[in-house]
């Protein structure tokens, strides 16, 4: 492991805390008011959305998950049985499995999209980790912490997008480029996509959207009603995954 981990997250949450408020922040958050900070205090409440519209006219097109990868060392493996994903693709039909077999969305279907962590408002897979090696934020990212992870893969029984992955094999050896700067994992723990909570930490914005050549993905502050994010939920219908479950994804997609 390239960076102490522990030490990592703890560096990482003061940084959070020290840049909410800076400029680049609130280039972010937008230029509203926050509906419910609680305490009166200025917290966010991260969410991304994804423009199915726009993502597909680059069908084909890897760039976020590439992005992804490279600053966060995944690593690529072969064998679906050994993958480890933090943001991938998959069919519209098995990505939103309950919009049923209506005619109204006709033109995604067969369609490839996005999906990673929804960063849950209600993440079962917090309530059912035995040793707390994950937990959710005031600003709503669901952490992971390397270190007191025991891979008891309860997390990954959980939660309902197969969102987790299990690093059956050694990922070190298997990363392409290793990026100094974020801790390479372990076998035998559980890892998922971060929110790119260390690059927020600095003022920047998911290394996936930032890769995103037709601008498909936005990122900023649900709270806000001036946000990015608010305003594309408004200008659009949008939809989560499994909103019958009651989990509260923060990830949206423009249908
Ligand atoms: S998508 Fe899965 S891993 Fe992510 S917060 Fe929700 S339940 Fe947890
Ligand atoms: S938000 Fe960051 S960690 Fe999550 S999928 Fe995008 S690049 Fe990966």
Redesign the pocket.
Known sequence: MSVDRRAFLGAAGLCALAVTGTRSLEALAGTGRPETAPQGRRVPRWGMVVDLRRCLQADGCTDCIAACERAHNVPRLPSRAHEVKWIWREPYERAFAQRGSGYADEALRGKLVPV?????DN????RVCPVKA?W?REDGI?MMDWHRCIGCRY??A???????SFNWLDPRPRVKEVNPDFPTRTRGVVE??NFCEERLAQGRGPACVEACRERALAFGDLRDPGSQVREQLRSRHAMR?KPELG?E?S?YYRA
Do not use: D, F, W
């Not at 990673?116 to 849950?120: G, T, Y």
């Open positions: 990673l962590c929804n960063h849950c993440p079962p897979c917090v994950t959710k669901v997390c990954m959980a939660c309902p997008y197969g969102a987790r998922k996509c995954r989990t994804p990830v």
